[in-house]
């Protein structure tokens, strides 16, 4: 089966990082069929980087949505911010980051950056179910 929508949670303002983590549980535990403990557990830890990335490097806002499909979840976070997601080698001496856009490459099937109709952009992970 292709990319039929079963369930969908329309994008929504994300106040914070604990926010949006319970909202996606709310949404994965309402799922029939249920994704898999570990599929929810990325889901959740993907939400969580790509938000912390919006809110301190997009315009400090941003929006979630969630698609759930037969076999996948499409995780999408909107922000103000036009510049995409970037590459960087890890700082393991400052600690200013770099580990979690590499992270969320490696959990997701695929990830996309898409610009925004009125400006910023939509990051999305397309991550196993």
């Known amino acids: 089966m292709g990319t039929m929508n079963v369930n969908a949670a329309p994008a929504r303002p994300a106040g914070s990082v604990a926010g949006a983590r319970r909202r996606a549980r709310i949404f994965l535990d309402a799922l029939v069929p249920p994704a898999t403990a570990e599929a929810a557990d ?4 993907v939400i969580s980087e790509l938000v912390t990335n919006a809110l ?6 941003c929006a979630v949505e969630l698609t759930a499909h037969p076999d996948s979840i499409e995780v999408a976070v909107h922000d103000p911010s036009p510049q995409p997601p970037r590459m960087r080698t890890p700082d393991l001496i400052e600690g200013t980051g770099g580990f979690g856009w590499p992270m969320v490459n490696g959990l997701a ?11 910023g952009k939509t990051v999305s992970a397309l991550l196993s179910r």
């Open 42 to 45: 990325t889901v959740v830890l």
């Open 56 to 61: 301190l490097h997009g315009g400090g806002t």
């Open 109 to 119: 099937r695929t990830t996309a950056v898409t610009p925004g109709p009125y400006g």
